[in-house]
């Protein structure tokens, strides 16, 4: 199979962070290494890749969506800090989860804020 | 009990949209008037009057929120609209729906996209 | 099989509401009899006949579960009637479905009023 | 802004449990300290101090949406525990989530009992 | 960019339903025509088309998976007539959707035999 | 009541994990012991033992469904190992893991193959 989607999903992961393939690699190979190509392929290089929404809008719309869902805290906390690396505002990534509240309810959009919590506190330390 | 929350809800909300209050009012009430004006306070007066985020991304992140959702059509379809009138481009709404298909799955988008279909077309027609 | 959980199932349906089985019956019997069964038995026979609750709560949190799935509306229209019937009032309804504004986000809520609409305000007409 | 509402709220949320808003306060600080204020407002100030339901039959609806909702475990701890002080038996706890099997599948509601007993089983032991 | 993936996504899709592209294609056309693309490369090219599962399985996963999310009804619809066209029984299409009342709940399980019922009684008809 | 049910129910989930029983009876003594016989009798006396699908069958159309649910992970481990018992193969399972990811989205997708690392990996080592 021609590697023409992977490459273009590669680069689109790689400049939202550059270290993302080798983590998604060493969670999957024990037990789905294709799984990692179809990550690379379908989200990042048939989606994100598309030009009609620039990354900072995709980050905070996949914020909104997973916040929603209320059941994939770690890929939460990998798009929160991914909305940073693409540069969205700490204000602008709260004042998403808040506004789940109204959508998907405060539960929801508390436990949204936690994990936010986590993610951006300690980037601050780092910093 | 004070209007300002109000007053403030109804000014966003006479912004987006000028007909949607006497639409929402019409609608309950029969069943439950004092829901109008929870809605009105809440999400209009409390959260979408914050400054951290401007109304056209307020828009795309709630139908991001809503398609994710999956059983709210008749809100996407108001948001759909109500991201049109704020200044969000029908590429910029169509875009945010199809990226679901990566966090809520293909039937949540398209059925997403369908619901665009009615809004868009129809808006398409009267212009 | 013994009958006994039917039995037992089938009385405390019939005084929720005496015309719901031959209604189950008839939506069934072309694609699949059995679940006719099964819907007596486990939640009528099984849950809905132990003391610990009494009819009225009993629907009160079913109706509360129905809007938080939002995506039940046959099911929530019915039980909005049965609440009605085991002696719940009125208020008691709409106030359980605005509730669920806070844990599952206004459109369930929203949409939740609206089957209420459409049972209670019909219920008016006829009494 | 008044603070009526807040005040408001705050009673309703003192009476339920006198502990909450400080913890609620710790825990938001350093994310978001104003969804501290939106918790006290909406959901106490402007939902539960309405008076169509007490506040035992407010807590089981609630714990009906939060096991139904399945991916909300803090809040449903809180909220087990908060029906215990506002007066609920134990058993109409227990059996409230055990109904949501009915509505919400088996594994919401083991997983809501198994949330239930790490309360349950502890307030037995502080008392 | 290549279409040695539509093209295998295709041949997947017409030995299932030799008339859903064009379905698919007419649905999508003024809405959003690269989704079309989307659905035939990544579910058919990338996922159905591997060998791990035959068809007949991966059909009544799928039908698993749609009743579970329970707002998917024209998706469920399509996958009940995909599953008989690749050779599944109605008995095993119609277990599959009653099993789901254990994880998913009664109500999903209901809606999903009223889908069923629709699909395969329609086609009960015109055999 | 008869205990025709429970050992119906008790013989099939002796055919799958004998160890399972004494698992659910120590996990729920302490809060809902009537549970237990809950569990043994609806899902696997009255469902699992239908004749219409294989147990392989169930346990992949199970795994399908809480996947999608995405909030049942002690659920999820313990059918992935159930599936095992029951003679599916490991590639069977994470192919129906997979296939989810079109359906659910990708995070539902991801944690369910994460679960399955979890088992499929410690049922390697001890093998």
Redesign the interface.
Known sequence: ??D??YNKGLKILNAIDPQAISRVEE??K???P??TR??V???YG???S?E??DLK??E?????????????E??LKVHIQNALNVGCSK??I??????????????????G??A??AV??DSNRSS
């Open positions: 199979m021609s023409e989607r969670l999957l024990d037990i789905c294709d799984m179809l990550i392929e379908f989200p048939d989606v994100y598309r009609a929404l809008k995709r905070l719309i996949t914020i909104a969506s997973l916040v929603t869902l209320g059941n994939a770690p890929q204000e602008e709260i004042e998403t989860i808040m506004q789940m509240s109204v959508y998907a309810g405060f539960p929801a959009a508390l436990n804020l936690l936010a919590k951006l506190t």
